[in-house]
Structures are given as structure tokens and as C-alpha cells.
């Protein structure tokens, strides 16, 4: 961003609370008192072991789930103000959840990429520009589009699936796990359709994922949550840099800073912000230049 420019904030949650069962033996408290924003334009990588509240998070940001108490800004909006119509809110943050190809129904490839234009009630002409571009976005071959979705393979039904949310052109675009389940090649068609997708289209975009290899190679900055809270909020290479505390609380880090980390231990200090195979070689190179 330019010296002078002024941040724009796509997203704020203020002490964002929310409680599974009320009133019951089994009430728990999923999301605790989150405080955090996200600047407009932004790539934001979610991660956090299984019931750290990054699910439940994330569904707050298009109404699917109301806070028990705290706040949830959307561009400037608090989206359960009386004022605020919660359906316009679900139209501008898409929110794709994991196997979205389940959610494919239409006959055609090309009906199930339109169902969401036509359901906000565009014109036919408009339509069709939306669903050109958004196959276009996604890697979504012309020869595919008066095909059934279900003859198609795994990775290309999650793809035809993301244009069908990205159709709707939202603001934010919000992916859980949008690669769960596909093989390599169509897990890196996928993730990378995405980063291509955002750098194109400065959509704000939330990626929450298991992968810490995932998340490095495409986010910007990343939310590590932990019991509920935000433990870590920094940019990618900030967060990485604190492996040690990263794997205190039961996480993972990429295997490349696992490496950096056994290199320091046998007194080949390559830096403590190694998280990518590029990076690492970098590193390397620059010390065997040095001892020769």
C-alpha cells in the first residue's frame, strides 16, 4: 500500500463471543471475546487445531451464527443492526464450506455457476457475463458448461462449485477447507485458481485450512486461534518466525521451518522466518558461501 493511503476495513469483530447450549450441562464457549480486523484486499489465512473455534468463527461473518454477545462489522456495518438487511450481508461475504460440490444440483455446469446471480434477481444478460467470468476465474473449461456437474472429476466439481459463489461477485470470499479431500494436482489447481483469483480481483479473501504448507505459500498474514481466542495475528512470515509457540499449543509448522529449526540446533543458523523451500535455499546457499 502506498505511503499515505488510507486502510479501508473489510471486516472488525469486537469481543466476539458465542456459546454452544445455552442453559444446558453442555453449554461451551466456542469463540471468546475476539477482537481482530481485516483490511480490505486482504489474504488471511485461519489456522488452529480442531475445536479452536475457527468454524464457528467464520460462520459469524455472513450471519450464519449471531453472537451471544460482541460485534461482527462487515464494510463499515454492524450486521445485526436493526437497519442492516442480513441477506444483503450473505450476498456480499461468500462463504464456501468444506466439500462444496456437495451443493451441486443444477443439470448443466452452467445453470449451478448462475443459480446464485439469477437468485438475487439479475438480468439474463448480466448473468451470463457473471457466469463467463466467474468460469473464467476458476479454470472452468467453455466444453464443461452444458455438461452435468457430476460427470465431472473431483477437483473440477470444486472448482465449477467456487464459481458458483464467486458469481454472486461478493466482497469477501471465505474458504473452509476449500481443498479438503482432492489429490495434489487438483488441490494446487484449486488453491492456486484462488491466490490468482484475489491478486486479479482485490477481493478480500479468508482461507482457514489444516495445511501449514497451504497457508504459507498463499496467505499474507495469518490467524492461528487457540481455545476459543486469537493467539497469534501477524503477517505470514511474523508468525512462523514463533514456530516454538506455534507447536507449544499442539499445531504444526510447515516442515521446511522443522528443518531450519534441526540446521540451528547442529549450529547452521539460517534465520528463524524459514517457511518456504525457497527461502530455505536461499538460506543454504548463503551459508556455504560463507564457510568456503
Not at 178 to 194: E, F, Q
Not at 209 to 237: C, P, Q, W
Amino acid at each position: 500500500m502506498c505511503k499515505g493511503a488510507v486502510e479501508i476495513t473489510a471486516i472488525e469483530t469486537k469481543k466476539l463471543t458465542y456459546r454452544y447450549g445455552i442453559g444446558t450441562p453442555f453449554e461451551i464457549k466456542a469463540v471468546d471475546n475476539v477482537s481482530l480486523s481485516v483490511e480490505k484486499g486482504d489474504f488471511i489465512g485461519i489456522i488452529g487445531h480442531t475445536g479452536s473455534g475457527k468454524s464457528t468463527l467464520i460462520q459469524h461473518l455472513n450471519g450464519l451464527l449471531k453472537p451471544t454477545d460482541g460485534e461482527v462489522i462487515i464494510n463499515e456495518r454492524n450486521i445485526w443492526s436493526k437497519d442492516v438487511d442480513i441477506r444483503s450481508i450473505r450476498f456480499e461475504v461468500g462463504l464456501v464450506f468444506q466439500y462444496s460440490e456437495h451443493q451441486l444440483f443444477e443439470e448443466t455446469v452452467a445453470k449451478d455457476i448462475a443459480f446464485g446471480p439469477r437468485n438475487i434477481g439479475l438480468p439474463e444478460d448480466e448473468i451470463n457475463a457473471r457466469v463467463k467470468r466467474a468460469a473464467e476465474a476458476m479454470g472452468v473449461h467453455d466444453s464443461w458448461l452444458e455438461r452435468s456437474p457430476f460427470d465431472l472429476s473431483g477437483g473440477q466439481k470444486r472448482r465449477v462449485a467456487l464459481a458458483g459463489v464467486i458469481a454472486m461477485e461478493p466482497r469477501i470470499l471465505v474458504l473452509d477447507e476449500p481443498a479438503a479431500g482432492l489429490d495434489p494436482y487438483g488441490r494446487d489447481k484449486v488453491l492456486s485458481k484462488i491466490k490468482e483469483y484475489h491478486e486479479n480481483s482485490g477481493t478480500t479473501i479468508l482461507l482457514v485450512s489444516h495445511s501449514m504448507e497451504d497457508i504459507v505459500r498463499y496467505a499474507d498474514k495469518v490467524i492461528v486461534m487457540n481455545k476459543g481466542g486469537v493467539f497469534l495475528y501477524e503477517k505470514t512470515d511474523k508468525v512462523f518466525s514463533r514456530a516454538d509457540e506455534i507447536t507449544e499449543i499442539g499445531l504444526d509448522v510447515p516442515q521446511i521451518t522443522r528443518l531450519a529449526r534441526l540446521l540451528k540446533a547442529r549450529g547452521i543458523d539460517i534465520g528463524d522466518d524459514i517457511y518456504t523451500v525457497e527461502r530455505a535455499k536461499e538460506r543454504i546457499l548463503e551459508a556455504l558461501k560463507r564457510t568456503t
